[in-house]
T-cell receptor, first 112, second 115 residues
Framework: QKEVEQDPGPLSVPEGAIVSLNCTYS??????FMWYRQYSRKGPELLMY????GNKEDGRFTAQVDKSSKYISLFIRDSQPSDSATYLC????????????FGQGTRLTINP | KAGVTQTPRYLIKTRGQQVTLSCSPI?????VSWYQQTPGQGLQFLFE???????NKGNFPGRFSGRQFSNSRSEMNVSTLELGDSALYLC??????????????FGEGSRLTVL
């Protein structure tokens, strides 16, 4: 079993829809949780970062972490065709700052 | 400000050969890490360097090695290539101060195909 599980999709929704992306994890030592976005033929770029449990909002994006359930989510409101990309959850413990454990990534398409 | 630069972008090798990939981090970034991305396994951590010292290593065989130079540029080497080494190899750099946020700046990767 992988440390981080993420449904690879693909996920296809109409423009303007609310998108929900999720990851579950098994390692209770994880404390830092991130969402990266990767466009085709590009490297991942950081979207959201959350420390421990809680919510964080940035524009149309909201990240949620529930450590008790070992479950993290990313919500995208008013989705746009430019949001079409692969979304990767990532997490790490307190040590090994660059040693991130990534989910498989969910391929998302927003249809105009 | 230039981003993370990786060379070469694409390369084709045959089994048994070796390959060296290069990464130039963002100016001022002293921490560099390498990841392997495949359709089946996703992104997997290879190793991390800071000030020419390897700080962390992932669960890859000894055929995978790396180093960092005094100017923070980094190289990774894969010897005795196997078909399963075909992947996108991503380099990421970060400011030491940003490590708390997990903000890694990734390059566009080097796509290796092993025939």
């Amino acid at each position: 079993q992988k440390e981080v599980e993420q449904d690879p999709g693909p996920l296809s929704v109409p423009e303007g829809a609310i998108v929900s992306l999720n990851c579950t994890y098994s390692n209770s030592a994880f404390q830092y949780f991130m969402w990266y976005r990767q466009y085709s033929r590009k490297g991942p770029e950081l979207l959201m970062y959350t420390y421990s449990s809680g919510n964080k909002e940035d524009g149309r994006f909201t990240a949620q972490v529930d450590k008790s359930s070992k479950y993290i989510s990313l919500f995208i409101r008013d989705s746009q065709p430019s949001d079409s990309a692969t979304y990767l959850c990532a997490m790490r413990g307190s040590q090994g700052a660059q040693k991130l454990v990534f989910g498989q990534g969910t391929r998302l398409t927003i249809n105009p | 400000k230039a981003g993370v630069t990786q060379t070469p972008r694409y390369l084709i090798k045959t089994r048994g050969q070796q390959v060296t990939l290069s990464c130039s981090p963002i100016s001022g970034h002293r921490s560099v890490s390498w990841y392997q991305q495949t359709p089946g396994q996703g992104l997997q951590f290879l190793f991390e360097y800071f000030s020419e010292t390897q700080r962390n290593k992932g669960n890859f065989p000894g055929r995978f090695s790396g180093r960092q130079f005094s100017n923070s540029r980094s190289e990774m080497n894969v010897s005795t290539l196997e078909l399963g080494d075909s992947a996108l190899y991503l380099c990421a750099s970060s400011l030491e101060a940003s490590l708390r946020t997990g903000e890694l700046f990734f390059g566009e990767g080097s796509r290796l195909t092993v025939l």
